[in-house]
């Protein structure tokens, strides 16, 4: 007879055991335990992927958030409930559809520091689990809850700084050090 393995949440160690729990109570048991609030819909946890705004042409970007929500909708449906967020871009100053520049890049600003933060705060107790696709929408971890928010980096050059400090050179933002929590206990440090 094999030992007995010890209990852990959401895992079943024997095949009686197995027999009087249902798959779906083990999950809700296991992501109960990790954090997760019993906000599921049919029983499920409510996953948002947070997308970029279509209007910064990143297709990249838009092309990882559109495989992530299908594949989770269409593959794993019977899991978690998935859903796209993203507000609507307001032009404020640009008003052309394919007007560049300056009016458009304040637009951006004001879009990805005013309004996206308002709906994630707005949004918060609606999900129990938050993807941001793409790092450069971080900004946005100050409106969520950590322990429940992912942030995918694609893109090492974004770390260079941290990665070989002499031989980058960052701009004055990057400049003066400051603590940034990204997640539930992970911080990064831009250096000077």
Known sequence: MAPAIPFEPGLVSDEQAMSTITKAEAKADFLREIGFRAMWTNG?????VISDFVEENWPSMD???????????????????????????????????REAGRLFNADRVLNLFWDYPRLARQRRSEFDLFHLVDHSYGQLVHELPPERTIVTCH??????????????RRSV???TPSPIPI???????FPH
């Not at 499920?44 to 948002?48: D, E, G, H, S, Y």
């Not at 893109?155 to 980058?168: A, I, M, Q, V």
């Not at 997640?183 to 440090?189: C, E, K, L, Q, T």
């Open 44 to 48: 499920q946890p409510r996953v948002a």
């Open 63 to 97: 092309l990882v958030a559109e495989m992530l929500l299908t594949e989770l909708q269409q593959n794993h449906s019977h899991s978690v409930a998935a859903a796209r967020i993203c507000p609507l871009f307001h032009r404020r100053l640009s008003f052309r559809e």
């Open 155 to 168: 893109d090492l050059d974004t770390f260079r700084c941290l990665l070989s400090p002499n031989g980058e």
């Open 173 to 175: 933002f990057f400049g």
């Open 183 to 189: 997640g539930g206990s992970i911080w990064v440090r």
